[in-house]
């Protein structure tokens, strides 16, 4: 089976960075998503990593570590509308599936 | 960029009643769609993978009699949630695979708030 595992909920402060992290075990891992959802909205794709290592797009960026099972994303410059839920998916080959952690709900305050 | 659009995006029903949920790709040709329910403060929970012209495969637990998938065209798959009960009551999402390469990611139907009363 799968198990992917990220904080709840965290609060941060607007204009700092943030790190909401997430492990993961699986088998037939073929790649890592992470997704924003605002609430009563579907997720919106923010990155994909197969590769150990960071890939960075503007504020966002999502590291992988493939042998320890762990990933990040890490959000600069907070902004208020940065309030959301952040899903860690789990790409599973055989499956062609996605499963997905808990989400973690972040709190941007002023 | 691709967009699947999924309606309605709102629906009470009573109990006893069906509902149908639609999920369209609308550029693009989506050979397989997850149908995914998210419970309040809950992550997306996988129901089943919906096949284009074959049986949809159903998520262990999850009724396949009370959810009916079709999947008649290459761009249109239908969630019907038969004989609704109140805890039936959830957001409902689709999801579609973009192309063949992963930095598309999947893209999700803007989802379906059903209410059960």
């Known amino acids: 089976g799968q198990n992917i595992d990220q904080p709840t909920e965290m609060t941060a402060t607007e204009g700092a960075i943030v790190q909401i992290n997430c492990t993961y075990q699986t088998s037939g891992f073929n790649g890592l998503f992470w997704y924003q959802q605002h609430a009563g909205e579907a997720p919106t794709f923010l990155s994909y990593?197969?590769?150990?290592g960071l890939e960075e797009k503007g504020r966002f960026s999502s590291f992988l570590s493939r042998s320890k099972g762990y990933s990040y994303l890490l959000l600069k410059e907070l902004q208020m509308k940065d309030s959301a839920s952040y899903l860690c998916a789990v790409f599973n080959n055989a499956g062609n599936m996605l499963t997905f952690g808990g989400g973690t709900r972040l709190m941007v305050k002023p | 960029g691709a967009v699947v659009s999924q309606h309605p995006s709102r629906v009470i029903c009573k109990s006893g009643t069906s509902v149908k949920i639609e999920c369209r790709s609308l550029?693009?040709?989506?050979?397989?769609m997850f149908w995914y329910r998210q419970f309040p403060k809950q992550s997306l929970m996988l129901m089943a993978t919906?096949?284009?012209?074959?049986?949809?495969?159903?998520e262990q637990g999850v009724e396949k009699d009370k959810f009916l998938i079709n999947h008649a065209s290459l761009t249109l798959s239908t969630l019907t949630v038969t004989s609704a009960h109140p805890e039936d009551s959830s957001f409902y999402i689709c999801?579609?695979?973009?192309?063949?390469?992963?930095?598309?990611?999947?893209?999700f139907g803007s989802g379906t708030r059903l209410t059960v009363v």
């Open positions: 999801s579609a695979r973009v192309g063949g390469e992963m930095n598309y990611g999947y893209t």
């Open positions: 990593n197969v590769l150990d």
């Open positions: 550029d693009f040709q989506a050979t397989t």
């Open positions: 919906s096949n284009e012209g074959s049986k949809a495969t159903y």
